[in-house]
């Protein structure tokens, strides 16, 4: 008689080795109520985690973590694995400040090797470690799981493509198919898939999972259509055969991936195998959680609070800006034919969903692959149609190059727009959108707007689609859109410059200019500086790049300028102004308050805003200081001069 040994006893990877099947069954359910329950309060990936227990089980049991290597791809699977490796408490602060971060994270535990957050990368990180091994004489494992749309970035494959040539490393790459890879499927490749249900393989694991699932209450019948289902992972595996073989690699599957003693077999084999070898599983998103298999949108990817009983959201429904955006962008289309909408496996969460169903000749999803997007953007242009690409700003950068050499060198009229730019927060250093600024200011020709609340985004994404001669951008952040701000007046020429505060006699010694959503803030400040005695007029400059010229003159008029905006203070638009007023050989001091060039840890937007020195009250206190060390003093008889500082 075996002694039941649940969740709590699982302190370290070793301590899975000695459960048998029926106590792994009990703490797979146990997984899953434990991470149901954590996540409704706190919110989070909830649908990828429920799709890897079993896996992440098989894997901690065959391998020998952290001397064995395991990646996840993306790190937003890691839930699991967290708990199987020490990781049982804090997660009441999930995401959260000084709570666990939702991916791996060397900070946490010798588990985490590398915190892999952006997709597509684990297998060239694999590959690297590999070699190393090899280099060294060190035999040990390194195992990649990649899932989750991960196969549908080019790194991935671009690294399969070296792996293979590695025909004594031992690299395990895990594919976690979960249906939801390819989706939409797209291309020629879509055209074969088909081929793999007829496969003996293929028709093994549906005959095992009608025996294993479709008896167990609720859960069965819905993952035994997502074995039907199963859309596109390595499914790509075509025929397997003819993909993986004839790039070298050894392949075994597909493997029921809730089938812990399948799952061991395969990984058990592969570990044997000595040398680079595929393990295809399959498994279903949200697996065992009713209302995430039943969200077919999504599979409650990354809910926010919810209520573990029904899977509905717990918190009042609020206005985002992506909600903005999205009723502007079918607007949009209805208005104009040649507009084509463009992402890149976020259809729901850029607010595209909408315009693909109003329009569904005009959506492209390129899937996890930026670089695509954006020149494929460029050949839509150059060919009469105006793209525009919806990323979440921090994934821009992946797509750099196609940026400066296909849409920026052809000056094509693409629009991007950069949804959770700044600081994003619950998501930590990898999702910060705080780069995106310094990266198009590179981009000759390019021009940004960054709106400061509902109305001047649906106002400058209006201009922005209006441009036919150059690359335009518009950036907003994550959450709530701010409610109206207005302006006293609009300067006339150039970009039109928002005038947002200024005393009542039109002369203040601070100009203080504030981008997007610190337009709310700045007002606030300056009206809490008057009471101070510090004069200070709040501009909204709407278009940053580039620098509005009517910024030259305001500046020239004031003994101090300063700059208040989400971006790193490299680069970002305090540097571009500084820049532009020494060109135009404006001389007057400049301060500026942004993000340090730091990666800013997970926590609220609010905590990370406070830990940066840009809470309103941090604002008033700092120009207040650097206002006092403006005043001239200059001796009797000098002529007065203004000194230039950052």
Not at 95 to 117: I, N, W
Not at 296 to 310: K, L, R, V
Not at 331 to 355: E, K, N, Q, S, Y
Not at 392 to 415: I, P
């Amino acid at each position: 008689m075996t002694t039941n040994r649940g969740l709590s006893a699982i302190r370290r990877p070793a301590d899975l080795r000695g459960l048998g099947p029926e106590e792994l069954a009990s703490l797979a359910a146990e997984i899953r109520g434990f991470l149901i329950k954590a996540v409704s309060r706190t919110g989070g990936h909830l649908g990828p985690n429920l799709g890897v227990v079993e896996l992440s089980i098989a894997l901690h049991r065959v391998f020998e973590s952290p001397q064995d290597t395991l990646i996840w791809d993306t790190g937003h699977q890691a839930y699991v694995h967290k708990l199987l490796t020490g990781r049982q408490e804090g997660w009441d602060r999930l995401k959260k400040t000084g709570g666990l971060s939702g991916y791996p994270s060397r900070a946490e535990s010798e588990h985490d090797h590398v915190e892999s957050s952006h997709a597509s990368s684990s297998l060239s990180w694999a590959d690297g470690i590999a070699r190393a091994h090899a280099l060294t004489g060190v035999d040990r494992h390194v195992v990649a799981v990649i899932g989750d749309g991960a196969l549908t970035g080019g790194m991935a494959w671009e690294a399969l493509n070296n792996i293979a040539a590695g025909a004594d490393r031992n690299v395990v790459i895990v594919v976690n198919d979960n249906g939801r890879s390819y989706s939409p499927t797209i291309g020629g490749l879509a055209d074969r898939l088909a081929s793999l249900r007829l496969q003996p393989g293929y028709e093994r694991v549906l005959e095992a999972g009608k025996r294993t699932v479709r008896g167990t209450p609720v859960v069965g019948p819905a993952l035994y259509a997502g074995l039907h289902a199963f859309k596109a992972g390595v499914k790509d595996a075509l025929s397997p055969q003819e993909l993986f073989s004839d790039l070298g690699l050894k392949y075994f599957g597909p493997v029921d991936g809730h089938d812990i003693g399948q799952l061991e077999s395969a990984l058990r084999r592969a570990k044997r195998f000595g040398g680079p070898v595929i393990v295809h599983t399959v498994t279903r998103k949200g697996n065992g959680y009713p209302p995430a298999e039943n969200d077919e949108a999504e599979q409650m990817h990354s809910p926010a609070a919810f209520d573990p009983e029904t899977g509905l959201p717990t918190g009042t429904p609020v206005t985002g800006w992506t909600d903005v955006f999205a009723e502007e962008m079918v607007a949009l289309g209805t208005r104009r034919t040649d507009v084509v909408a463009i992402t890149a496996a976020m259809l729901g969460p850029t607010g595209l969903a909408p315009f693909a169903a109003a329009h569904p000749d005009r959506i492209v999803d390129v899937g996890i692959a930026e670089q695509h997007a954006l020149t494929t953007a460029a050949g839509l242009a150059r060919a009469g149609r105006h793209p525009v690409v919806a990323l979440y700003s921090t994934f821009l950068n992946r797509g750099f190059d196609q940026l400066l050499m296909d849409v920026g060198l052809h000056r094509e009229r693409v629009t991007l727009v950069l949804d959770r730019s700044g600081v994003t927060g619950s998501d930590g250093p990898s999702h910060n959108g705080m780069w995106d600024l310094s990266l198009l200011g590179i981009v000759p020709g390019m021009r940004v707007a960054v709106p400061r609340d509902e109305t001047t985004l649906r106002e400058e994404f209006r201009e922005a689609v209006a441009v036919t001669d150059g690359p335009t951008a518009l950036r907003y952040p994550k959450g709530s859109v701010i409610g109206s701000v207005p302006a006293l007046r609009r300067l006339d020429g150039g970009a039109g410059v928002d005038v947002l505060h200024e005393p009542s006699d039109g002369r203040s010694q601070v100009l203080l200019v504030c981008v997007g959503p610190f337009a709310k803030s700045g007002v606030a400040v300056a009206r809490r500086l008057a009471d101070q005695g510090v004069d200070v007029t709040v501009v909204d400059p709407r278009w940053v790049l580039p620098v509005p010229r009517e910024l030259y003159t305001l500046a020239a008029d004031h003994q101090l300028v300063v700059t208040v905006s989400d971006c790193g203070t490299h680069g970002g638009f305090g540097s571009a102004l500084s820049d532009a007023l020494r060109a135009a050989e404006v001389d007057v001091r400049q301060r500026d308050l942004a993000l340090p060039q730091e990666y800013l840890e997970h926590g609220s937007r609010d905590d990370v805003l406070a830990t940066c020195g840009l809470t309103e009250q941090d604002m008033a206190r700092r120009i207040t200081e650097w206002a006092a060390a403006a005043v001239p003093s200059t001796p009797e008889g000098a002529v007065p001069g203004r000194e230039r500082t950052r």
